[in-house]
């Protein structure tokens, strides 16, 4: 009985090297290494709508595809502001709720139509949200993520207590979209131009900065950087794409209420971040798509689906905290083979 | 003379609510998002003890608080040593696992009619003037034993010391022969027996509901911020200054605003002093 002790190596495949550099179109291979998992994730995407009525799936589900795409912006924003700033915000739903209640506040009381409302709700959105937000910035960890915790819940008492915005009932009669595929082929192209547009940004010079924060903030600080204020960005761009899902929902459901600043909104997009894989961008949007239908499709087993994710969640950051995406990446791009130590 | 009163009672409640909360966090630097979780099912535990089993209240309420204890451990044994010393995996780890507790609850067996503790001690009690059933006495009595208890035990016993030591400085403590993940778990499990304390105090006075979950949980960590995460005495100072600000609030103004101002109280903390009153010794680890 003689052990032979072995360890795996992993090394990178010759053609991803190649393909970093400008070489990338010297071959077809080499095209097609770097083109055709972005293709097959956009194709895939603009094709969803379709195939849903080719596959004979009721009228419903196009519903479905609409709300995966607005948990997918969520999941973007939750993805980018904890893997790549370090804020680990436990409050999406808090987003979605005030782009919601802003679009909806617009579109009631100055008659504006979808097409100002969703952008004008994005931005001034994000930016209650980011003023909101300023003071708890300062925070690390866990505090950041109590406080966040905190806001969607004390928004929820505070419209019920002062009777505000419709109260309970909500903002009823909100303006719709002209019909069912403007609505998914907008949400679905602004999903993948956020993805696109967050990964761009993460590795130009400004996102150097937010990994330097949430690596080590003393350095950043050091080299004379307002933390704050990069933070505050970061809040801003993340706390956008959230608030742009929010006024999108409030114009898909016609109605703003309090069930906007519901737990749903938290916990689905970080489930998503931690199966598909969290610091891949690509990973949490994917998680959506197969989350939210499978919400869904469980929605008449009640509460039970909150508990059908949490458990998933928990397994996942348990056992393969990686997500599939990392791992997936991995694969595409590396391989491994056992060499004696 | 009533807001004096009932103010104290609810400073106990939350006191008790709290330092389940508040002794997890220092020593083992974990923060218990599924700490109201805990608290409702020591609730519904008690009562399936007593309706479903038929046992006697005062023997059900010690065996939930064990069953209670080895809860706690197994979460952190199995679950939460998987992701110690990951901040953002134990947050969600805690939080994921309060939730799927509470949601269970909810759809579970647990709906329909309403569930009820019965009080230790039928009665009434007029205080100057102001009837006070004796269960909310009962809160007040627990929560001075247990704040009592916990002091004795944290600076009279092996294990209780070897707990403050783990919490003032875990490496050396790891030196002293302490071992760290031992002292989490019974961290954890006093954790879980204090939340199912409060529960067995604090729920014969309503109904047993998962709402009241989130809420303990909420009710907690304000307390907890407030005072300054992992200091005891700061819990109970801040456990004083927002009861009777709730009940102040209940008084004046509207008996909504109860919860928001725990999250008001949270947010100015956090703006003024982020370490809250008494968190002085990790100010820098904690803010930038």
């Known amino acids: 009985m003689s052990t032979i002790e072995r360890r795996k190596e992993r090394l990178d495949r010759g053609i991803k090297v190649r393909t970093e550099g400008i070489y990338a179109v010297s071959s077809w291979q080499e095209v097609t290494y770097l083109v055709l998992p972005r293709l097959i994730l956009i194709v895939g995407l603009l094709l969803l709508p379709l195939l849903i009525p080719i596959l004979g799936f009721s009228p419903y589900w196009k519903r479905v595809v609409s709300m995966a795409a607005i948990y997918g912006l969520l999941a973007l924003g939750f993805d980018f502001l904890a893997h790549f700033v370090g804020l680990v915000s436990l409050g999406g739903a808090f987003f979605i709720g005030v782009g919601g209640y802003t679009a909806a506040l617009l579109n009631k009381s100055l008659g504006l139509s979808p097409v100002f409302t969703i952008p004008m709700a994005t931005v001034g959105g ?151 894989g969290g610091g891949t961008l690509v990973g949490p949007l994917l998680g959506c798509f197969f989350l939210v239908p499978i919400s869904e499709w469980l929605r008449t087993f009640g509460t039970l689906r909150i508990v059908f994710y949490s458990v998933i969640l928990m397994a996942f950051i348990m056992f393969r905290s990686e997500g599939v995406m990392v791992y997936a990446q991995r694969k595409y791009h590396q391989f491994q083979r056992w060499v004696k130590v | 003379m009533d807001i004096l009163i009932y103010g104290i009672i609810n400073s106990f409640s939350l006191a008790l609510m709290a330092i389940g909360f508040t002794l997890v966090y220092g020593i083992s630097r974990l923060p218990n998002f599924a700490h109201g979780a805990l608290y409702v099912i020591t609730g519904f535990l008690v009562w399936s003890l007593i309706n479903l089993l038929k046992l006697h209240y005062a023997i059900s309420i010690p065996l939930a608080l064990i069953i209670m204890g080895l809860v706690g451990a197994a979460i952190y044994r199995f679950v939460l040593i998987r992701v110690r010393g990951m901040a953002t995996s134990e947050i969600i780890a805690t939080y994921a696992l309060g939730l799927a507790i509470l949601e269970f609850l909810r759809w579970g067996g647990f709906k329909g009619m309403t569930y009820t503790l019965p009080v230790f001690i039928e009665g009434k009690i007029d205080i100057s003037g102001i009837p006070i059933d004796f269960q909310r006495i009962i809160v007040v009595g627990i929560g001075i034993v247990v704040v009592a208890f916990m002091w004795l035990f944290t600076h009279f016993n092996k294990i209780g010391l070897a707990l403050r030591g783990m919490a003032q400085d875990e490496h050396a403590a790891m030196m002293l022969g302490i071992d760290s993940d031992w002292m989490a778990v019974i961290a954890m499990a006093m954790g879980s027996i204090l939340a199912g304390i409060s529960a067995i105090a604090l729920l014969p006075l309503g109904n047993i509901v998962v709402e009241a979950g989130y809420n303990v949980l909420i009710l907690s960590i304000a307390v907890c911020i407030v005072g300054g995460l992992g200091s005891w005495v700061g819990a109970i100072l801040a456990a004083f200054m927002i009861g009777f600000l709730q009940i102040i609030t209940v008084a004046y103004i509207q008996s909504h605003f109860q919860m928001v101002v725990a999250l008001l109280a949270i947010i100015i903390t956090l703006i003024l002093r982020p370490s809250g009153l008494f968190g002085r010794q990790k100010e820098l680890e904690e803010r930038v």
């Not at chain 1, 819940?153 to 419209?159: C, G, H, V």
């Not at chain 1, 801003?236 to 906007?260: E, K, N, P, R, V």
Request: aromatic share 12%; hydrophobic share 55%; charged share 10%.
């Open chain 1, 126 to 276: 994000a930016i209650i949200c980011t003023l909101l937000l300023l003071p708890a910035l300062p925070l690390r960890g866990v505090y950041f993520a109590i406080v966040t915790l905190m806001y969607p819940l004390a928004i929820m008492r505070i419209i019920e207590a002062l009777n505000i915005f419709g109260g309970t009932d909500g903002i009823l009669g909100v303006a719709g979209f002209p019909n069912t595929w403007i609505e998914q082929y907008l949400i679905i192209l602004i999903v993948i131009f956020a993805l696109f547009g967050l990964r761009r940004l993460v590795n130009e010079d400004i996102g150097l900065v937010f990994r330097g924060v949430k690596d080590n903030d003393q350095s950043v600080r050091a080299s004379g950087l307002s933390i704050t204020l990069y933070k505050a960005i970061a809040v801003f761009i993340a706390s956008g794409l959230g608030c742009l899902g929010g006024a999108y929902l409030a114009h898909i459901y016609m109605w703003a209420g309090i069930s906007q600043f519901a737990l749903d909104f938290s916990v689905i997009p970080i489930a998503a971040t931690v199966i598909g």
